[in-house]
């Protein structure tokens, strides 16, 4: 079982940057990928960005890319989403989640996340 905690959101004006952070726990990690995904308020919940195991490959919505980076220390089973250049319509809970598959570098929204946080909310004011 894997336990995954988010931390780091907060309300920031529109242009600024926020780093979100993400601690698993409970088992190793080997050889899982991980995902970013985000809900706003009234809409579903969307695929942000994926990483896999070693870092060196990742995925991202169009919507993002460029502005937001996904990386990951596997020493401290942590991964990250530094968001820059933020926007109002970036404003929602954003979640991680882990990826047992290994193949979220891949296939981006269409991996197998079976682990999920509880979210962090990240409010961008214009």
């Known amino acids: 079982q894997v336990q995954l905690v988010e931390s780091g959101g907060g309300l920031v004006q529109a242009g600024g940057s926020l780093r979100l952070s993400c601690a698993a726990s409970?088992?190793?990690?080997?050889?899982?990928?991980l995902g970013w995904f985000r809900q706003a308020p009234g809409k579903a919940r969307e695929f942000v960005a994926a990483?896999?195991?070693?870092?060196?490959?990742?995925y991202y919505a169009n919507s993002v890319k460029g502005r937001f980076t996904i990386s990951r220390d596997n020493a401290k089973n942590t991964v990250y989403l530094q968001m820059n250049s933020l926007k109002p319509e970036d404003t929602a809970v954003y979640y991680c989640a882990a990826d047992p598959m290994g193949t979220s570098w891949l296939v981006g929204p269409r991996g197998v996340y079976d682990y999920w946080g509880q979210g962090t909310q990240v409010t961008v004011s214009s």
């Open positions: 409970g088992r190793t990690f080997s050889g899982y990928g």
């Open positions: 990483i896999g195991w070693s870092g060196g490959s990742t």
